[in-house]
């Protein structure tokens, strides 16, 4: 289905609130389009985009649509919703973001970054690197890059760098030249149902990669090794710390401020290693999202000393394991991690490099239903922590019934991780426990995607 926006229109965004919406919002701006929008509250996405004098409604108002002659929604938009019930009556043409995106992006050479985790980082991990080389991309990512301040830029080459959404099926949507898929993990099995159907979905974006492009795929997940057996476009490389991977991690070393890897490459018609290639980040997931940017620049032919140079002087992005601040000895620390693979992962590369402090998780789960379908996994996630703060669960407009009591999960966490727990009611019984305890060689790592970055920054 083609569209064509005459710069006459008016482009109405529902939710453009969301990192994802507000960041679409501000390339289309950016391109020329009118564009507008609507959303519940202020926050920083919204202040950004009246920034750029983007008129911007604080409720959801059938009145909101006025002159509006298109619509785009994010996935968080309920069907009741009057500004959508009045779209339909006056039958403008209405697309997700993730069709709204494909349709701008079309004419660019893409690289999408996708997977169930680690997407922005990786994306922006590749901006540093598209930045070192003078390229100057446009950017469209889930998270808000230090290195400007916001989630998307609108450059002026015709490459374009773009974290894709897996969440509602809309990745497959976007056209690319190369892809990374960083892993495939039980996330967003609402929408999809099952592991298999999740997997089935990622088969079929690989199977969408050009003849004259290349998916890059990580090697050590198990789940996409099982996907790719089943997919017949075998246009891809693989990376990790398997031998056999095609950009083969090594000599790997981890330390408070950054991490060291070497990648020795084995492709048709390159046979090299590229040393001591070195970010501001701990984590072995972290070295895997950053060989797979690596492998793509490498590919496309950017040289050594330059990606060694973009990935060296990354900036970082907000939420992804940020340093907040010391007091009495005690580190704070602010991490978006909301699945039990991100939590064990953060706590693996914590545990690797702050051996001697007492590792404090503050937990706030993230949707009754996640905690409800993932609560076993989640109770084994904490192993590598000493103690877990537990708060009450963000619920994120959802309103089903969590099924058993929430005491039972506590007592499930403390069992199969073998931690310490602490049970809070809010962000005052955080505080008072804090100034109770908050001293020593300890540090503290506030996860969650709801309200608890806004709690550790309070503290």
């Known amino acids: ?231 017949n476009n075998k246009n891809f490389y693989t990376y990790g710390l398997s031998k056999d991977a095609n950009f083969n991690i090594t000599n790997t070393l981890q330390k408070e401020k950054y991490s060291e890897f070497n990648l020795k490459i084995k492709i048709p018609g390159s046979k090299k290693e590229i040393k001591k290639i070195k970010i501001p980040l701990i984590g072995m997931h972290n070295i895997k999202n950053a060989a797979s940017c690596a492998a793509v620049a490498f590919l496309i032919g950017i040289n050594d000393k330059t990606i060694k140079e973009g990935l060296k002087n990354f900036k970082g992005v907000q939420r992804r394991f940020n340093f907040l601040f010391k007091k009495n000895d005690a580190l704070f620390f602010d991490d978006y991690a909301h699945h039990p693979t991100e939590i064990s992962s953060v706590l693996e590369g914590v545990k690797e490099v702050y051996k001697k402090r007492e590792i404090i998780c503050i937990f706030q789960p993230h949707r009754i239903s996640r905690v409800k379908n993932l609560k076993f996994e989640f109770s084994r996630s904490f192993k590598k922590a000493d103690t877990v703060i537990l708060c009450p669960i963000y619920k994120a407009s959802e309103n089903i019934k969590l099924g058993f009591a929430y005491e039972k999960f506590a007592k499930l966490i403390i069992k199969n991780s073998n931690i310490n727990l602490i049970k809070i009611e809010n962000e005052d019984s955080l505080k008072k426990l804090i100034k109770q305890t908050g001293y020593g060689e300890k540090i503290y790592i506030g996860m969650g995607a709801g309200s608890i970055s806004n709690w550790m920054r309070n503290l």
């Not at 064509?4 to 020329?32: T, V």
Request: with cysteine; glycine share 8%.
């Open 1 to 231: 289905m083609k569209i064509n926006l005459g710069k006459r229109e008016l482009i109405h965004f529902i939710g453009i609130g969301g990192i994802g919406m507000s960041g679409l919002a501000l390339i289309m701006n950016g391109l020329g389009f009118r564009v507008q929008g609507s959303d519940i509250s202020e926050n920083k996405n919204i202040d950004r985009l009246k920034q750029k004098k983007i008129p911007i409604f604080l409720n959801h108002n059938k009145k909101n649509l006025k002159n509006s002659t298109v619509l785009v929604i994010s996935t968080a938009i309920k069907k009741n919703n009057p500004e959508l019930v009045q779209a339909k009556k006056l039958k403008l043409p209405i697309y997700t973001r993730g069709e709204m995106l494909g349709h701008i992006v079309s004419l660019m050479k893409n690289i999408v970054v996708t997977g169930s985790h680690g997407k922005t980082t990786t994306t922006s991990l590749l901006s540093s690197i598209f930045g070192s080389a003078k390229l100057d991309p446009t950017i469209i990512n889930g998270g808000v890059l230090n290195s400007f301040g916001n989630s998307a830029k609108l450059g002026k080459s015709n490459w374009c760098l773009i974290e894709s959404d897996e969440s509602d099926g809309s990745f497959l949507k976007i056209p690319f030249t190369y892809s990374i898929i960083t892993n495939i993990d039980a996330e967003h099995l609402d929408f999809y149902k099952s592991l298999e159907n999740l997997k089935k979905n990622f088969s079929s974006f690989i199977e969408k990669t050009p003849s004259l492009g290349k998916t890059f795929i990580c090697i050590d997940d198990k789940n996409i090794k099982e996907v790719i057996k089943k997919t």
